[in-house]
């Protein structure tokens, strides 16, 4: 990728350091999603909440980020979500592990599985919600918009993956 994709003054705020070396030391792969990013393309300040997802447990995650951090705040989980969250400073940060959900005609609950990052962006509500940041050492700051969401977001256009 070229640095024209990589967008790490984005990435400023303390925890995204803390957040990556713990990704880094469970092996896991990791990014920011959803919110935060879109807030910042749109220059709308600073967020108070952020959404990581992660190629793995996100509980597990969480748990690590937690012990890095000074005041080892207390992460809350949600099992029957597969998330965790905790606050560091003035933010809320929610975990989750990357899914990917299919569809019975039987019921209108989906079925959730593991899945890889582009499975967990396909799952999102609009494609300006399906951009993500890269945390990990090798590509930090780097820019995934497989459905053309930056596009979107320019042009005002509100579509989903």
Do not use: C, W
């Amino acid at each position: 990728m070229t640095s024209e994709n990589r967008y790490k003054d984005a990435l400023a705020h303390p925890i995204f350091e803390y957040i990556s070396k713990a990704a880094s030391n469970l092996n896991v792969e990791t990014y920011v999603i959803g919110g935060f990013v879109r807030d910042y393309f749109l220059k709308r300040g600073t967020p108070k909440d952020i959404d990581i997802v992660a190629i793995g447990s996100g509980i597990d995650l969480a748990q690590a980020v937690a012990k890095l951090l000074p005041n080892n705040p207390k992460v809350q989980v949600f099992k029957t979500y597969g998330t965790a969250m905790l606050r560091y400073k003035d933010v809320e940060i929610e975990f989750v592990g990357a899914r990917k959900e299919s569809y019975s005609e039987e019921s209108r609950n989906p079925e959730v599985s593991e899945g890889s990052l582009v499975d967990d962006q396909n799952r999102r509500d609009f494609t300006i919600n399906a951009l993500a940041l890269s945390l990990n050492e090798l590509n930090f700051g780097d820019l995934l918009d497989p459905f053309h969401g930056m596009y979107d977001l320019v042009n005002k256009n509100i579509k989903t993956p």
